[in-house]
C-alpha cells in the first residue's frame, strides 16, 4: 500500500482542494489527511469535497481500515494515529484530547514514521498553518524513508 499523508490548517481547504480534485479515480494510494477544524465543522468540510472529487471521500472513524484509493479526513479535536493490525492498516482515535492542535498532525506523522518500512511508500506533504505541528513528525518521517514536501 502506498500512504499519503496530508497535514494542513490556516488556509488549508482551499489548498486541499486544488489537490484532490485533480486526482483520478485510479489513483492507487491511501490519503489521509489532518486538517485544524473543529469537530462541528468537519462534516460539512468533508461534504464539500465529495461533490468536487473522483476519489470516496470519509471521515476516519476509530477502526476503520485504510484503503487504497480512498481519501480519509482524521477527526477533529482529537489524537489520531495510523497503526497496524491484522495484517491491514487502521486509523486509531485515541479518547486522550490533544492539548495543543486539533487534530495533532505531529502525532498523525509520527505514527505513521514507526511503521513506514511496511508500506510500498509514504509521502508527507504539510501545507500552510499556525504554528509548528507537524514539523516534528514530517522530520520522523523523513529519517524513516518517507518522502516529504513542505510549504513555505
Known amino acids: 500500500m502506498k500512504l499519503v499523508l496530508i497535514g494542513s490548517?490556516?488556509?488549508?481547504?482551499?489548498?486541499?482542494?486544488?489537490?484532490?480534485?485533480?486526482?483520478?479515480?485510479?489513483?492507487d494510494a491511501c490519503i489521509v489527511i489532518a486538517q485544524h477544524i473543529g469537530e462541528l465543522f468537519l462534516p460539512s468540510?468533508?461534504?464539500?469535497?465529495?461533490?468536487?472529487?473522483?476519489?470516496?471521500i470519509l471521515i476516519g472513524n476509530n477502526g476503520v481500515g485504510l484503503q487504497n484509493g480512498a481519501i480519509y479526513f482524521v477527526k477533529g479535536d482529537s489524537i489520531n494515529e495510523i497503526a497496524e493490525s491484522?495484517?491491514?492498516?487502521?486509523?486509531?482515535?485515541?479518547?486522550?484530547k490533544s492539548d495543543t492542535y486539533a487534530p495533532n498532525i505531529n502525532r498523525l506523522f509520527m505514527s505513521a514514521a514507526r511503521i513506514a518500512d511496511k508500506f510500498d511508500s509514504v509521502l508527507?506533504?504539510?501545507l500552510t498553518g499556525i504554528g509548528d505541528d507537524g514539523a516534528v513528525?514530517?522530520?520522523?518521517?523523513?529519517?524513516a524513508g518517507a518522502y516529504t514536501i513542505a510549504e513555505s
Open 86 to 96: 491484522n495484517c491491514k492498516f487502521i486509523l486509531r482515535v485515541l479518547e486522550e
Open 9 to 27: 490548517s490556516t488556509g488549508g481547504p482551499g489548498h486541499l482542494m486544488k489537490i484532490v480534485k485533480k486526482l483520478p479515480s485510479d489513483y
Open 124 to 126: 508527507a506533504v504539510l
Open 45 to 56: 468540510l468533508v461534504q464539500n469535497f465529495v461533490s468536487e472529487c473522483a476519489l470516496p
Open 137 to 143: 513528525g514530517m522530520l520522523e518521517l523523513k529519517k
